[in-house]
């Protein structure tokens, strides 16, 4: 009788701990995955910022890191500001008289404009290419190149980080399998975080912003 007893109590607690394990593991999973999906879009972001400003110059994007990182920490950009406030009279007035136009074109580093009101470091801009929670490892994927809209080519930028790569398939296997195979066959989506596209021109969007 003191056997069986025992023998009980060892499945009972054998099934306390499935059960535990059924309900915690998604929960578990989902905290994780929204952690470092939120990280992940964050890096991304200031990626598809520097790109944005790359096209603006070159009138391309770039499909490497480090020529992206190269324009970032050493390239400058030529901006405009006016010399005199339009509703000061007396400043139009002079400015008008010296034959000047109340437009100067200045030069500043990209690092010091592209990110604004954000401030990112050096070190910081060096970490760009890589995927958040990957100690360095995984890299973004990232493709540039042309493609024909109403007739007219114009450059596309695709950067892309898929689920596997910063999601830990160890501990949550069945998971992502199954949260890839549902952005893929129910959702029609991409299995991860990215922008643009190399298929059409979509104005960099990002799929977090569907």
Not at 20 to 41: G, H, M, R, W
Not at 128 to 146: C, N, S
Request: glycine share 4%; proline share 3%.
């Amino acid at each position: 009788m003191y056997k069986r007893q025992i023998i009980l109590g060892v499945v009972i607690v054998a099934l306390v701990y499935i059960i535990y394990v059924q309900i915690s593991t998604p929960l578990n999973f989902n905290k994780e995955l929204a952690a470092k999906k939120a990280a992940v879009i964050e890096r991304i972001k200031d990626i598809r910022t520097a790109q944005r400003s790359f096209k603006s110059k070159y009138q391309h994007f770039t499909s490497t890191f480090d020529s992206l990182e190269a324009f970032i920490l050493t390239d400058t950009l030529e901006l405009e500001r006016k010399l005199v406030d339009e509703d000061d009279s007396v400043g139009m007035a002079m400015l008008k008289k010296s034959g000047k136009k109340n437009i100067e074109k200045f030069k500043i580093a990209v690092i010091d404009t592209i990110f604004s009101p954000k401030k990112l470091s050096v070190e910081q801009v060096k970490q760009l290419r890589y995927i958040p929670g990957t100690d360095d490892k995984a890299q973004f994927i990232m493709e540039a190149g042309y493609t024909t809209a109403s007739n007219v080519v114009v450059p596309i930028v695709e950067c892309r980080a898929p689920y596997k790569m910063f999601l830990d398939t160890v501990a949550y296997r069945q998971e992502i399998i199954n949260l890839i195979d549902e952005e893929e066959n129910i959702f029609n989506r991409y299995p991860g975080v990215k922008f643009g596209s190399m298929e059409s021109a979509n104005n960099e969007a990002g799929n977090w912003e569907d």
